[in-house]
């Protein structure tokens, strides 16, 4: 639920809201982007304090807090009237959704998951799809019918009643912490040092998901925290830009709004099935090769769709193409984030996987706020996407090739407690 709630603040909400508010406050596209921009370049900033905080005292405070914060911005969205007004409350909200929320998803499964990792955070990333297809499509009602102020509002209840509450009530650390193993293990109840050595440890204390951990300061120092880095922060410009950006895109084009809305559907939908079974090859497969071939079909889906929008708007009937194209992109897209997620895990390990995530999260949310802003730019200078979306197709491949020659960092026996 947490996953749905943090698709609040994604850019496809706000590029739904983008042309009436446009239309209402004159304000450019390049503007309305700015806050974005600046609740990702804020989360940058917040996330690696953040990582830590997890790590020590774990995830259901932090998420609590964070989903109420959250919620207050989509709601202040109401009484918006000034530029500065949209920067602090979508950019509050975006903080906290990528910043804070991003990362409790990504390190709870994480510490409570190893052999089934996998289809763990497969599961678990439904949330953001199934959100990208509810949230978009109640946001659009209820624009249609009640205009775009009650519109924000509304969107703000709904996310905290979903999982303000739930993630009270039943988020908790690590397994261990209740006398359990990773993946529901059978073993005595006693915590074992995910560091030791396995030579040290008996056998009838051994919990079958053992494994090895690095500390942020040993992960920092090695090439693959920096390949990673370089890999976690051009996927999130390049999706950041055409989540973004793809409804206007569509409508622009002169496609209805509708359509457009269920097209994003579609991918969204299509992202929640791809999810779990890029998830369960992950289990299988290396992970930094299915990344590859994810990123690659990726990008060639993406300009399939980009070709089929124009020929559509210019008169030929392939709506159906569009919709069959957007369900093959969907099932790449949606499995991109588990397997950035496993991968983070499996090369380094659970014991500081917060921070460690947290110390690239900079890079990765700068790139996130450069993405959208990128697109708008040109858009304002050409009147169209042509340059940025060729652009994020190039930009795609580059990661791809990136990712083949990634290699697991060794990993520390008896890493230092930071």
Request: aromatic share 16%; proline share 5%.
């Amino acid at each position: 639920m947490i996953g749905v709630t943090e698709s609040g603040a994604f850019q496809a909400i706000l590029g739904i809201f983008m042309k009436p508010m446009a239309n209402e406050f004159g304000w450019s596209r390049a503007a309305i982007t700015g806050s974005i921009t600046i609740g990702s370049l804020s989360a940058a900033l917040l996330s690696p304090f953040i990582g830590p905080v997890l790590d020590r005292h774990g995830p259901r405070m932090t998420a609590f807090w964070g989903i109420l914060f959250l919620s207050l911005g989509l709601v202040g969205m109401t009484f918006v009237s000034r530029i500065w007004q949209l920067y602090l409350f979508f950019g509050m909200g975006r903080m906290i959704a990528v910043g804070i929320l991003m990362l409790v998803i990504s390190v709870s499964v994480s510490n409570w998951f190893i052999r089934k990792r996998g289809r763990a955070m497969g599961i678990v990333s439904l949330g953001p799809r199934l959100g990208s297809v509810l949230l978009p499509l109640l946001t659009q009602f209820f624009i249609l019918d009640f205009g775009w102020r009650l519109a924000w509002s509304s969107l703000g209840i709904i996310v905290f009643l979903m999982s303000g509450i739930p993630a009270l009530l039943f988020l908790r650390h690590r397994p261990e912490d209740m006398g359990l193993f990773p993946d529901g293990d059978a073993g005595i109840s006693k915590k074992v040092n995910s560091c030791e050595p396995a030579d040290n440890i008996s056998a009838a204390t051994f919990a079958p998901a053992y494994e090895y951990s690095l500390t942020g300061s040993q992960a920092i120092r090695t090439s693959t925290f920096w390949l990673l880095t370089t890999v976690h922060s051009l996927i999130p410009f390049v999706q950041a830009g055409i989540n973004f950006h793809m409804y206007p895109f569509l409508t622009d084009i002169g496609i209805a709004p509708m359509t457009a809305v269920l097209v994003l559907a579609v991918i969204n939908f299509s992202g929640a099935f791809g999810s779990i079974i890029w998830g369960v090859f992950a289990e299988k497969i290396s992970v930094k090769t299915l990344l590859a071939v994810n990123v690659f079909f990726t990008s060639l889906l993406f300009l399939a769709i980009y070709w089929t929008a124009l020929l559509q708007a210019s008169g030929h009937t392939l709506i159906a193409m569009l919709f069959l194209l957007s369900v093959f992109y969907g099932v790449t897209y949606g499995g991109r984030e588990p397997l950035l997620n496993i991968i983070w895990a499996n090369f380094f390990g659970r014991h500081s996987l917060g921070r460690i995530i947290g110390y690239s999260s900079p890079f990765r949310w700068t790139a996130n706020a450069v993405g959208p802003i990128f697109a708008a730019v040109f858009y304002d200078i050409y009147g169209n996407y042509k340059f940025p979306f060729y652009f994020f197709v190039v930009s795609f491949f580059i990661t791809g090739f990136i990712c083949i020659n990634m290699r697991a960092p060794k990993l520390s026996e008896n890493p230092e407690r930071e």
